[in-house]
């Protein structure tokens, strides 16, 4: 059963939450000028996060004019887990691959691999070629136990059998890192500043956005000439409605908390600086995640150390749209872990939290909801993996809205009936 939803209000007040490294450093001349909430357009996807603003990407990819696509975002581009997390590309999320395989059979699973290894290299082509800076050491996904090695071992079986490219399973970490067993090591992966990525991505597609513009629940009319969107700011006509609005979805719909659950899922994230150069150096230039991808840290410029994580230890709590601070969880991220990677010389100096959209299996979901004659689509439910996912998630949306295609494993007719 999910938690009660909050009020609008409270969830979009600035006094609520804390706003995370990357929000607070983003260069506002790098970011997209605001436009004006158009009156009629064809396309309005809701949500200026990545998949937002990669979908607005891929449609103008696919031959639509950016003139005819517009989005409106309830707080300003990447306010949720889109400019809250990490910044991790990553193409192997752990040893949920064998739930893949348990959930979707070998085939199916081996075609999430590809489509994730697809995604990193998107992703990767594009930081590129916009010049984005970015950390191209690659991942690390550290065994913290033995038994979690035995699971790396059988996921490097099924990275192999699906034609995976690049991974290698390493006995030793290395660089050495403290009561770590085995490895998995993707070189290709990388890490980015999130927020300026999202942002450049809308600035690739040429397409407007509305920020400070929340869609009104219940506000969504199909009509004879389209759908009425009703809005803080107004009304929109159009042709069609996209809900990229993940962890939000259901403050738009009541589709999202019944027939097809987003819930949510906290986490919490600290910023320290490390007066010990040693200490940092070992981490490179690499993205390290362990503990079933519980724990996870990236050595930052300038002597910082991003470490979060630890949601498997206060789960009940964490399972909350609300943007506090979970003590319990951040002495276990400042006492615990944060000495043990990164030396007593850490000092932590900024915390946040964001709150991400889990689907039932943890795989993106998406399709049409039942009640608006198929005007309204979504790509919801990135579970904390929205990196790992959102390009192709895009493509496979809008390949199935202008050319008809099917949506694959990340069709939602997997998990429920749209019309029960």
């Not at 158009?38 to 200026?48: F, N, S, T």
């Not at 010049?131 to 550290?142: E, I, R």
């Not at 949510?264 to 230039?285: I, T």
């Amino acid at each position: 059963m999910l938690p009660e939803v909050p009020t609008a209000e409270l969830l979009f007040d600035p006094a609520c939450h804390w706003v995370s490294h990357w929000q607070r450093g983003a260069d506002r001349s790098a970011l997209s000028r605001p436009t004006p909430l158009p009156r009629r357009v064809k396309y309005l996807i809701a949500g200026l996060g990545i998949t937002g603003a990669a979908t607005a990407l891929e449609l103008v990819l696919h031959g639509v004019a950016p003139d005819d696509i517009a989005i409106v975002e309830a707080a300003h581009l990447a306010f949720g887990a889109s400019g809250r997390n990490a910044g991790f590309v990553l193409s192997f999320p752990g040893a949920e691959i064998l739930d893949w395989r348990r959930d979707f059979g070998e085939a199916g699973a081996r075609e999430l691999i590809r489509l994730n290894e697809r995604n990193r290299r998107l992703v990767r082509e594009f930081v590129t070629s916009q010049g984005l800076w970015h950390q191209p050491g690659g991942s690390y996904f550290l065994a913290a136990s033995q038994e979690e090695g035995a699971r790396l071992r059988e996921c490097q079986v099924m990275l192999e059998e699906a034609g995976a490219v690049g991974f290698e399973l390493r006995a030793r970490h290395l660089p050495a890192g403290p009561g770590f067993h085995e490895c998995i090591h993707q070189p290709a992966d990388l890490g980015i500043d999130p927020v300026l990525y999202v942002a450049a991505l809308l600035r690739a597609s040429g397409v407007g956005y509305t920020p400070g513009c929340m869609i009104d629940r219940g506000g969504i009319a199909p009509g004879a000439d389209g759908l009425s969107v009703e809005t803080s700011l107004g009304t929109v006509l159009a042709d069609r409605l996209i809900l990229a609005s993940n962890a939000f979805s259901p403050f738009i719909d009541r589709h999202f908390a019944t027939r097809s659950p987003v819930a949510p899922a906290r986490n919490q994230v600290l910023l320290a600086r490390v007066a010990d150069a040693a200490a940092l150096e070992r981490w490179g230039d690499g993205i390290y995640y362990s503990n079933d991808g519980y724990d996870y840290w990236r050595a930052l410029p300038g002597g910082l150390f991003l470490l979060g994580g630890g949601r498997n230890h206060d789960r009940e709590v964490e399972a909350t749209w609300r943007h506090e601070q979970n003590p319990r969880i951040m002495r276990y991220l400042e006492e615990s872990l944060l000495p043990r990677l990164a030396g007593p010389t850490a000092t932590v100096i900024h915390r946040w939290q964001g709150t991400l959209g889990m689907s039932p299996d943890g795989i993106p979901m998406a399709g049409d909801l039942p009640d608006y004659g198929g005007r309204v689509s979504y790509a919801v439910g990135l579970s904390g993996y929205g990196l790992g996912f959102h390009r192709v998630l895009a493509e496979a949306l809008v390949g199935r809205l202008v050319e008809g295609k099917p949506l694959g494993p990340f069709a939602a007719e997997r998990l429920y009936s749209p019309t029960a």
